[in-house]
């Protein structure tokens, strides 16, 4: 585990890896077709172990949000109020990230596109307004 918390499996090695080039990927099943994040080693749908990673445009929209006033660890003090939201990736995985613009614009639906963050020494996809 890193000093941000995140334990980096073999499983999920290649999201990350690709996130350090920019990137954003999720996996795709050979079998059926779905989409997902976070890694898993089967399909969670026809739970074919066919699959390949995919890399995303980076481009999706916000499906849901929260803004924190509350720093329920102390790492998290200095960046009150922060939001953490539910972006849909255009391919259709979705996955939890923080938005880099202004609490009080987050709106439903709003367009957004991938902008990754380095933070505590590691690569993290956050996303601003398209």
């Keep these: 585990m890193d000093e941000a918390g995140i334990e980096i499996t073999e499983q999920a090695r290649p999201y990350w890896e690709s996130l350090e080039r920019g990137v954003l990927s999720f996996q795709k099943c050979s079998h059926c077709g779905n989409v997902w994040l976070p890694a898993r080693d089967f399909c969670p749908q026809c739970l074919s172990d066919e699959w390949a990673w995919t890399p995303s445009r980076g481009h999706g929209r916000v499906t849901s949000w929260v803004v924190y006033h509350t720093a329920?660890?102390?790492?998290?003090?200095?960046?009150?109020?922060?939001?953490v939201a539910i972006v849909?990736?255009?391919?259709?995985?979705?996955?939890?990230?923080?938005?880099?613009?202004?609490?009080?614009?987050?709106?439903?639906?709003?367009?957004?596109?991938?902008?990754?963050q380095r933070r505590l020494n590691v690569m993290l996809p956050c996303f601003e307004p398209a």
């Design 88 to 116: 849909e990736l255009d391919e259709g995985p979705r996955l939890m990230t923080n938005l880099l613009m202004p609490n009080e614009d987050i709106r439903p639906q709003l367009a957004v596109r991938l902008k990754p």
């Design 72 to 83: 329920y660890d102390p790492a998290f003090k200095e960046r009150l109020p922060y939001n």
